[in-house]
């Protein structure tokens, strides 16, 4: 396997991560078919979803990959009157990463990250290695911290 950017900095700052490999369906991208193929329940693997506020720019949402992030919330916590997804042609460009691998670590640039507080109810959670084809398990505490995200209710 390879070695991801969002792999090296966790190298870096010794935190440490379990790699999850699952087999790559372009025609399912979705967290539930990577949940069920990597064996952990869809609360505790998270997907990563880049927006952009009205008045902060971009940022980072980290939500269990069932469920769907609630705009009108995700607005109100970062301080924005509207937030809208970035368009899959502008994720690249912006986060490095490309959909379907898409990582809240090692992105091109460090945007203000929220995580679902229903993280707390795990010690550790997946999220993307930053390619299709691999999760990082890690403890939710190291996430926020090395992040630097807060936790919030955004679904």
Known sequence: MTKTNAMRLL???KIAYE???YEVD???L???HIASQIGLPFDQVFKTLTARGDKTGVIVFCIPVHKEIDLKKAAAITGNKKVELLHVKELLGITGYVRGGC???GMKKKFPTFIEQSAENFEKITVSAGM???QLLLEV???VKFTGAKLCQIV
Request: hydrophobic fraction near 35%.
């Open 30 to 32: 979705s967290g539930v």
């Open 132 to 134: 299709k084809g691999a």
């Open 141 to 143: 505490d190291e996430l």
């Open 26 to 28: 372009e025609n399912d």
């Open 103 to 105: 990582s809240p670590i």
């Open 11 to 13: 190298d870096a700052a």
């Open 19 to 21: 790699v999850k490999e």
